[in-house]
Nanobody, 116 residues
Framework: VQLQASGGGLVQAGGSLRLSCRAS????????MAWHRQAPGKQRELVAA???????NYADSVKGRFTISRDDVRNTMDLQMNDLEPEDTAVYYC???????????WGQGTVVTVSS
């Protein structure tokens, strides 16, 4: 499984960005996908996650501002980020877990910078 993240960039506080994670390869066993982020000097943290065809969950800090979704046609997992804050500045990584093998896959990361 390969994960390719895109969509990061520089935006002013209050702005929006949409991240996409394209999955390829043997993706038939993927049952969970998520976005994590790592800010400078901080540990990587979960931002939003989804069970395929199931529920979603969000970090408290992004609830009401971020939305995770899946596009079956494009084979992407997207993260719509609205009302961005400087505290959202981080490298964002997409994640996938294969239910059959328990393997975990990470994308290469995409940088989001929010200026005040």
């Amino acid at each position: 499984v390969q994960l390719q993240a895109s969509g990061g960039g520089l935006v002013q506080a209050g702005g929006s960005l949409r991240l996409s994670c394209r999955a390829s390869g043997s993706i038939g066993g993927i049952n969970r996908m998520a976005w994590h982020r790592q800010a400078p000097g901080k540990q990587r943290e979960l931002v939003a996650a989804m069970i395929i065809s199931g529920p979603t969950n969000y970090a408290d800090s992004v609830k009401g501002r971020f939305t995770i979704s899946r596009d079956d046609v494009r084979n992407t997992m997207d993260l719509q980020m609205n009302d961005l804050e400087p505290e959202d500045t981080a490298v964002y990584y997409c994640y996938a877990r294969d239910a059959r093998t328990s393997y975990i896959y990470w994308g290469q990361g995409t940088v989001v910078t929010v200026s005040s």
